[in-house]
């Protein structure tokens, strides 16, 4: 270097990472520190598809910036491209530190059909060159949906039928015409949806989908909806299954006991018929047998699974001695009929013994529901039940004085409360009496 003329050089840099070192006039070196670090933009997605958007309508897409370098970096500009895009959530200049981030939002609003292609440039100070984000998506005149986008009817009974409801939808800025609905499978049919029918954006139909099998076993099925829309034929799958019919019905209890009743006197129990089965039971007739008994409710009805009815059976001894007889329940179950056996004896009493010389009172804590308008009071003749309603008119009262005793015997006695709508508590605690002798 020592026969170089100083004089006629200029500046000769060395570049590096960061770091520029520069040999002034004087031969002696300058070096000189170039800001600490560098910016690098991490975009997420670099390319936007917003798949299928009905003309005039509006999808979104969220944009996300990470600064991974180790220095700041600006935005300084945004530059659109393309038909129905735009951006929003953002404004410039904007700065991101060093490990920060910025979201955005991008957006599609075609403004007709067919494909759309554009994109979003981000001039920065990061880089030389604009960050370019590219937008796609495709614009549809019109579509349909149908709420629910299928339909399962679970277990029906075969030759019954169970019913869906669902509704058609019109999106998209075009009308819309159904021109076709129909449905394939084994016991699978729609109505409520008259065809041809045009709707407009916006606009809803509803119609029923049923399933009515008619052997056992799983089934499945569509239902094709075929329109005018961008997917002309929209389906439904649908699944249910056939099961056979089973009857069945459940009495409660299968045996009566009135106890000693006075001659001239009535008491009544209740027994309970409920369908147990998966279809409907006919109960044909109720009928009873033994002197002193009788038997009402429940005749000529039809039960609904799960569904219950009440038969009253009374004891009105006309002579002293025991009784006896059947309660018979004729009914459309296999099996029928239902027995159910009866019991009793009637009893004389001289006046000063009589039956109504004997009276239970009870009383009992008020609740402390404050819907309560008051209270039933049961009586049994064994502590499992049946009970017996005493008062058909609920009472207001914490009492209440059971008259309807015979000497000799135990009773039973529990309480509900009621509200205004008839509804009932469980049972309160039982107490049980013992009405002496005569």
Not at 9 to 28: D, N, P, Q, W
Not at 85 to 98: M, Q, R, Y
Not at 253 to 281: C, D, Y
Not at 396 to 414: H, K, L, N, P
Request: overall charge neutral.
């Amino acid at each position: 270097m020592s026969s170089l003329d100083f004089a006629k050089i200029t500046v000769v840099c060395l570049a590096s990472f960061g770091m520029a070192a520069c040999i002034g006039v004087t031969g002696k070196p300058n070096v000189k520190t170039a800001a600490a670090g560098f910016a690098l933009l991490d975009i997420t997605p670099l390319t936007v598809n917003f798949g299928n958007v009905a003309a005039g309508s509006t999808a979104q897409q969220g944009v996300n910036i990470v600064n991974t370098g180790t220095a700041s970096a600006k935005i300084t500009r945004i530059t659109m491209k393309g038909s129905g895009f735009s951006v929003n959530g953002i404004s410039v200049p904007l700065t991101i530190e060093a490990g920060g981030s910025a979201n955005f939002m991008a957006d599609f609003v075609p403004g007709s059909t067919g494909a759309a292609s554009g994109s979003i440039s981000l001039v920065t100070d990061a880089n030389s060159s604009p960050i370019v984000i590219g937008l796609q998506g495709m614009g549809t005149g019109a579509s349909i949906a149908v709420t629910p986008s299928s339909g399962s009817f679970g277990d029906v009974v075969v030759g019954s039928e169970a019913t869906q409801p669902m509704e058609l939808k019109a999106a998209g800025s075009a009308n819309i015409k159904i021109t076709k609905v129909s449905t394939t499978g084994t016991g699978f049919s729609v109505s409520g949806l008259a065809v041809p029918l045009t709707l407009t954006p916006g606009q809803s139909a509803s119609f029923m989908a049923t399933f009515k099998p008619a052997t056992t076993g799983a089934k499945s099925g569509t239902i094709s909806i075929t329109s005018t829309a961008d997917d002309s034929v929209v389906t439904v799958d649908l699944v249910g299954k056939g099961d056979s019919a089973v009857a069945g019905l459940s009495v409660t209890p299968t045996a009566l006991s009135f106890g000693s009743v006075a001659v001239g006197k009535t008491t009544s129990q209740e027994v309970t018929l409920k369908s147990t089965g998966n279809t409907n039971v006919d109960i044909k007739s109720v009928s009873i047998s033994g002197n002193g008994f009788s038997v009402s409710g429940a005749s000529n009805i039809t039960l609904a699974p799960g569904q219950s009815s009440a038969v009253t059976v009374k004891f009105d001894p006309s002579k002293s001695g025991s009784a006896s007889g059947t309660v018979t329940v004729a009914s459309s179950v296999p099996g029928s009929p239902a027995k159910i056996s009866v019991s009793g004896s009637g009893s004389t009493t001289s006046p000063s013994s009589d039956v109504s010389a004997h009276t239970v009172t009870l009383r009992w804590a008020a609740s402390a529901t404050s819907t309560v308008v008051g209270y039933y009071v049961y009586r049994g003749l064994v502590g499992a039940g049946p009970f017996l309603k005493l008062n058909p008119a609920r009472e207001t009262s914490t009492s209440f004085m059971d008259v309807g005793v015979s000497g000799g015997q135990t009773y039973y006695y529990v309480v509900t409360a009621v509200d205004m709508g008839q509804v009932e508590s469980a049972f309160s605690n039982q107490v049980a009496v013992t009405i002496p002798q005569p």
